[in-house]
């Protein structure tokens, strides 16, 4: 189980939680060229943002998610909005099952 960092805004403890009951192994604040994205789950090839908070910048964000998606080992960016518990675990979920049919 991994214990997110101290810094964690409530969101990311969510998605951090809801990742632990999913059974899946994963980076927080893992760097990729010159970012740091919120979640990395190497299994899956996905890399998760949480929005919901503070949000982000869409224009950045567009670029942003074009160059991650160029690295090889990247097959997704998934941006979370929700700050719910039950909401962050449906859309995980989802994004989960969408992932492994893939």
């Not at 998605?15 to 009951?21: S, T």
């Not at 927080?28 to 010159?34: M, N």
């Not at 518990?85 to 989802?94: D, G, P």
């Amino acid at each position: 189980m991994n214990l997110p960092p101290k810094d964690f805004t409530p969101q990311e403890k969510i998605i951090a939680k809801c990742l632990d009951e999913f059974g899946m192994r994963y980076n927080e604040q893992h760097y990729f060229l010159k970012y740091i994205v919120d979640f990395w789950v190497p299994e899956i090839n996905m890399i998760i943002e949480a929005d919901g908070v503070y949000g982000h910048l869409q224009k950045r964000d567009i670029r942003r998610d074009m160059e991650l998606m160029e690295i090889p080992s990247v097959k997704g960016v998934l941006h979370i909005k929700d700050t719910s518990y039950e909401s962050v675990k449906e859309t995980l979920w989802r994004a989960l099952n969408k992932s492994t049919e893939e």
